[in-house]
């Protein structure tokens, strides 16, 4: 069974630009969730996205935001970039939400903003 | 708030010296505690989840414990491919889906 895939692996962007992460899941997964990890916040919730529907956001500006298709697939979004953006972003996939249904992460997306 | 806590920061092991790894956490109505294993430039990879307080779970040289206040990742004769950073999370009823992460601690098992 193929694991969850993010694309592209490595990104580098101006400050002011804007960018686009892609998440596909599992199969048969559907819900999504989005993290950002830096070294000195860690994993820190964006949101997550279960049948289409954004169920959980987290405490970040409005510059974040995504959404999710049909598919199950996922895509998010950052506006404005700023240098404080640069960090691992990682998306996990799990069959349903809850304890229940661990997170399965793919090796997420490196966005550097210079 | 709800809070996790992940000790010591960075652990050096010799190839069989057996330890633990703490987590203290902090949430409004626990539902599951995970442990995760994370691996240089990739993501994490499932480990464990714990549910209520004593319960214990194994996996090869890996055993999770769980109290009302913390957990413990015991490392028994831990091996050189054990290296890696070990993450703790909490799903709690006031974070809704999002699970609250420790900073991690970070393993090295030297031969």
């Known amino acids: 069974k193929a694991g969850v895939t993010q694309t592209p692996r490595y990104l580098i962007k101006t400050r002011g630009q804007q960018v686009t992460l892609s998440c596909s899941p599992i199969?048969?997964?559907?819900?999504v969730s989005w993290y950002q990890q830096t070294p000195g916040q860690g994993l820190q919730f964006l949101f997550e996205?279960?049948?289409?529907?954004?169920?959980n956001k987290g405490n970040f500006p409005g510059r974040f935001s995504g959404r999710q298709f049909s598919n199950s697939r996922s895509e998010m979004n950052v506006s404005t970039l700023e240098l404080g953006d640069s960090a691992l972003y990682l998306c996990a996939s799990s069959y349903r939400t809850g304890s229940n249904s661990p997170l399965h992460f793919g090796n997420g997306t490196r966005l550097t903003v210079t | 708030e709800d809070q996790v806590t992940q000790s010591p920061e960075a652990l050096r092991l010799q190839e069989g010296e057996s330890s633990s790894l703490n987590c203290s956490y902090t949430?409004?109505?626990?539902?599951?505690l995970f442990w995760y294993r994370q691996d240089p430039g990739k993501g994490p990879e499932f480990l464990f989840t714990l549910y209520s307080a004593g319960e214990e779970k194994e996996k090869e040289r890996l055993k999770a414990t769980l109290t009302k206040k913390e957990s413990f990742l015991h490392i028994t004769a831990p091996k050189p491919e054990d290296s890696a950073t070990y993450l703790c999370?909490?799903?709690?009823?006031?974070?809704?889906?999002?699970?609250?992460f420790g900073k991690g601690t970070t393993l090295s098992v030297s031969s």
């Open positions: 949430v409004s109505g626990l539902r599951g």
């Open positions: 199969s048969g997964h559907r819900s």
């Open positions: 999370a909490a799903d709690s009823n006031q974070a809704g889906t999002a699970l609250i």
């Open positions: 996205y279960f049948s289409e529907t954004q169920r």
